[in-house]
């Protein structure tokens, strides 16, 4: 079947991302799509076309070398995968897409935000035959993304957060009383999920770097420790794989304070790697957006010449798991050379180790082991 050129959304772009839209342009944008589908089906010979929707796969993703900045991050060319009614493998995929935007249409008209586990319960209440499970409705919420060019929040979905920030930052919210973030308790202050609300959030801080900790148990190590008093810093975490709330959060601390290095302080395995990585380029699946929250993020830690500090003994085999990540990385097109030779490293010796194995050292010893790495300028 020939393709219908009007459900080929905005495809004459020649550049693929997705716009931060106001509410009345999102819904103008879905009822196009919805009227061009209804075209379609009252033609005299009605046949429901194909969805052509960005490429969303490790094959249509490239990477953008900043030139006048040393921000690089993901970008998807404008190559397009189809997904139709009429082949049994894509059907149920091209319905949620309209269920998803529908939902979207009433959320944006309510004035409201949802996170994506709010929106998979009401979608698993309204429409249990389409949606069973959570990794649906995050697919259908991209798909949308790349038929309608518009942001995840543009489309009235909040960030779920994990992340948290602690140290030298004063923080202070639309109408609100100012938070200091050296005040908060070895807790550290949350993160909101709210993307306009951190975008109007007037930040203030004295710090001289911001080290990103892939681990909320060392985090809570640091700030207990007050280290940001010794060594002037703000300390932030995603507890994890980042979330999009704590990219953007760090992204608007990176455009506020240009002169402030950002050190990630991650597990020496594959997947500490991919976290800093994510925090660096973004990723391939939320490739239409990676140009908003890529950050000139630097390796300080944990790293092969630090093996040193570490006991054999606390040394662990690398799982099933890190070899497919480190397989996946070295795939990609992002990993610079340095970055390369530490994870053949960890392929060659079949070892990790995690930032905890320094505590053989006291528990004290986090603190110093960053601020020699400082000192004597070891960050990739």
Not at 299 to 314: K, Q, T, Y
Not at 357 to 374: E, V
């Amino acid at each position: 079947m020939e393709e219908d050129a009007s459900m080929k959304f905005f495809s004459d772009q020649n550049t693929s991302y997705a716009d931060i839209l106001p509410p009345r342009e999102v819904r103008a944008r879905i009822e196009v799509s919805v009227l061009n589908l209804l075209r379609v089906l009252n033609s005299p010979d009605p046949a429901i076309s194909d969805l052509s929707l960005i490429n969303r796969k490790r094959s249509n993703s490239c990477i953008n070398q900043g030139i006048l900045t040393d921000v690089s991050y993901i970008f998807l060319s404008t190559s397009f995968t189809k997904s139709s009614l009429t082949n049994a493998k894509t059907a149920k995929a091209f319905v949620r897409v309209w269920k998803v935007m529908e939902m979207c249409f009433q959320i944006l008209l309510q004035e409201k935000r949802v996170t994506q586990r709010e929106l998979f319960y009401k979608l698993l209440c309204d429409s249990p035959d389409l949606f069973s499970s959570q990794i649906e409705v995050n697919r259908s919420v991209q798909d949308v993304v790349a038929l309608l060019r518009c942001s995840r929040f543009s489309l009235g979905i909040m960030a779920s957060t994990r992340g948290l920030v602690a140290g030298r930052l004063y923080l202070q919210e639309p109408g609100k009383e100012p938070v200091d973030c050296s005040a908060c308790g070895a807790s550290g202050f949350p993160i909101s999920g709210d993307l306009n609300l951190l975008d109007n959030t007037v930040m203030t801080s004295d710090a001289r770097y911001i080290i990103l900790v892939e681990k909320h148990a060392i985090f809570h190590r640091l700030v207990e420790d007050r280290v940001f008093n010794h060594i002037p810093c703000v300390f932030i975490t995603a507890k994890g794989y980042p979330d999009i709330a704590t990219r953007f959060f760090l992204h608007r601390m990176s455009i506020t304070f240009p002169h402030l290095p950002i050190l990630a302080l991650v597990d020496w395995n594959p997947a500490g790697l991919a976290i800093l990585c994510t925090f660096k380029f973004g990723s391939i699946g939320m490739g239409l957006e990676a140009y908003r929250y890529a950050c000139n993020v630097k390796w300080i830690g944990l790293r092969g010449d630090d093996l040193n500090l570490i006991p054999e003994e606390s040394l662990v085999p690398l799982k099933a798991k890190d070899s497919q990540i480190a397989k996946s990385l070295l795939s990609s097109k992002i990993l610079q050379e340095n970055y390369r030779e530490e994870l053949s490293l960890m392929i060659e010796t079949g070892k990790r180790a995690e930032i905890e194995a320094l505590y053989c050292h006291g528990y004290s010893y986090l603190g110093k082991y960053i601020a020699t790495k400082i000192v004597q300028g070891k960050y990739i």
